[in-house]
Structures are given as C-alpha cells and as structure tokens.
C-alpha cells in the first residue's frame, strides 16, 4: 500500500513538473508597449543561430557557454528593438498587412 501511494506521489511529482515546463515554453518573457515576446519566439531564435555559435566556440567549452549567453540577450534584445520599431511605425500612422508581419 505504501508503495502504491509512493508511486502515485511520484507520478503526480513529474506530471506537474512537465506540466510547468510546458507552460513555460509560451510564457511571456518580455512585454514591449502593446506586444508580447514569447520564451518560444526567443527560443526559436536562439536555435537558429546556436549552431553557428556552437560551431565558432567549439574548442573552448567555457568560452561557448559565454557566447551562448551573450547570443540568448542578443536575440532577445533583436526581438524587443523589432517590437519599438514595429510600434513607432504604427504611432506614425503607417500600417502593414499582417501578412508582411507575420513573416
């Protein structure tokens, strides 16, 4: 009986712990005027350009994690002077589709 309940403990243990990353993944990281930045837009960047990275550093483990680091705010900075930009276009009373803003 007792190991029974242990494993019903530990189940629930890592079902809410996978459940907690999940909703990480599309928390919001950063909040720009109007817009929403996403962990998953910042993610999505930072795994388009981590090979590139990864590739550069690969001799030095401790200056890769260095880089890694500097790459993770850099994008995230990219992501949030897009928004300013995006932002001050639409105050100036200029529109876009949406379709040229998805993309």
């Avoid at 817009?35 to 998953?40: E, F, L, M, R, S």
Wanted: hydrophobic share 45%.
């Amino acid at each position: 009986m007792r190991i029974w309940a242990f494993r019903v403990s530990l189940v629930a243990l890592l079902a809410s712990t996978f459940s907690a990353h999940a909703e990480l993944a599309n928390a919001i990281r950063a909040i720009v005027n109007d817009a929403v930045i996403t962990y998953q837009e910042l993610e999505s960047l930072n795994q388009q350009t981590a090979d590139l990275v990864a590739r550069k550093y690969a001799a030095s483990r401790s200056l890769l994690e260095q880089k890694l680091t500097e790459m993770q705010t850099e994008n995230l900075d990219k992501l949030v002077e897009q928004q300013l930009i995006l932002h001050e276009f639409k105050t100036a009373g200029y529109s876009l589709p949406d379709s040229v803003l998805n993309d």
